[in-house]
């Protein structure tokens, strides 16, 4: 009886989704095996990551309040009163930091075996506007505990933007609601963190995911294949889960034994406690724009700062774009060695903070 019913509901979606050849198609895609395909499963763990997020974040917003004067409350509430309410959060908060790792090991991965160039531009321009927004959740959701440290690293964080010439003051005004930090602002970065960051998010992954079936898995350039292609479906997928997995192990393991905290509530009578820091994602700007002077000849260091950091930014989109195939292979280890010292200096930025 039940083998009848469920023939006759596959029947019907058969007869009215293209189901079959979605399937002809995971079925005939090949993914190629070489010593760097391990490699391949960092995007589906950041697509794993942002599905723990999205689920995660349903649950904590049943209870979380976006207020100035309930949102730390909310957040103890959470996690003293609510049933498994600070594993939740726990699983939330780690869950944002190992996204945004992935996808920086994604993203490096990619570089380094060229899997920009065309005619895949638009697969690497959506990833790099997709690690834009995955930054944007972190820096928006840091706000929401209200406590001490996260009022007054947001404080120093929207600071930094007034700096840029033209935009600068629209900018912090934007993100801040006004002068200070306050409702407007909770409220904004809130709404940003809920609702405008994960739309854009799904748009995007849904494209790039798009344009991933489409143009198939990219290999290395001048790399032999190790062993014959693996078939995407379902030995591909199935290995992709396994990773999913053991991720999902790692990530509970992690989130019961190294529980996340909750500082003091946020009082914006006290002055700022010492040695505020954002988190370790940005701290290579941070670090930055403290080491630089406030004047270098005749150019205000902290916009000359920002100014360069944002031109990186731009350069990484534009990468594709004069990094073609026809390019001399000089040029390729040019770019390979510019991409090693800026990913050193970032990682020796990051350490210096932790440190100093």
């Known amino acids: ?72 409350e909310s957040i103890v509430f959470i996690m003293n009163e609510v049933r498994f309410g600070w594993l939740v959060r726990s699983i939330h908060s780690w869950a944002a930091n190992l996204m945004i790792a992935v996808l920086f090991i994604h993203m490096i991965t990619v570089f380094f075996m060229q899997a920009y160039r065309p005619p895949r531009e638009l697969m690497w ?58 409702a407007a602002t909770l409220t904004r970065m809130y709404s940003l963190h809920i609702i405008v960051l994960p739309l854009a998010t799904l748009l995007l992954v849904g494209f790039h995911l798009f344009l991933n079936q489409y143009y198939g898995v990219s290999k290395p350039v001048n790399s032999k294949p190790k062993r014959e292609a693996l078939q995407f479906y379902p030995n591909f997928v199935l290995r992709d889960v396994r990773s999913w997995l053991i991720a999902l192990l790692l990530l509970l393991c992690i989130a019961m034994i190294f529980p996340w905290g909750l500082g003091e509530e ?26 630089v002077p406030s004047r270098l000849w005749v ?37 390979k060695t510019i991409g090693v010292i800026i990913i050193i200096y970032l990682i020796s930025m990051m350490i210096y903070a932790y440190i100093e």
């Not at 007869?15 to 079959?20: A, E």
């Not at 690690?131 to 840091?142: A, E, I, M, R, W």
């Not at 009082?267 to 670090?287: N, R, S, T």
Request: charged share 20%.
């Open 125 to 182: 321009v959506s990833g790099i506007v997709l690690l834009g927004l995955v930054l944007g959740f972190g820096f928006t959701g840091y706000l929401l505990p209200w406590d001490e440290i996260a009022f007054y690293a947001t404080q120093i964080g929207t600071e930094i933007p007034r700096s840029l010439p033209i935009v600068g003051e629209s900018v912090m005004l934007l993100l801040r609601g006004g002068q200070e930090i306050g």
């Open 1 to 72: 009886m039940f083998s009848k019913i469920s023939r006759i509901v596959k029947d019907w979606f058969r007869s009215r989704l293209p189901v079959d050849t979605v399937m002809e198609h995971l079925k005939s895609k090949k993914v190629p095996m070489h010593r760097h395909s391990i490699w391949y499963y960092f995007g589906g763990l950041t697509l794993f990551f942002f599905m723990v997020q999205v689920i995660t974040g349903i649950l904590l917003m049943f209870y979380y309040r976006p207020t100035p004067d309930h949102a730390y």
């Open 266 to 291: 946020a009082d914006l009578l006290k002055p700022a406690p010492e040695g505020i820091k954002p988190e370790w994602y940005f701290l290579p700007l941070f670090q930055t724009l403290k080491m």
């Open 299 to 335: 150019f205000d260091g902290e916009a000359l700062v920002n100014i360069v950091f944002v031109a990186g930014g731009l350069v990484l989109i534009l990468l594709p774009f004069f990094d073609g195939k026809s390019r001399m292979e000089r040029n390729n280890k040019l770019i």
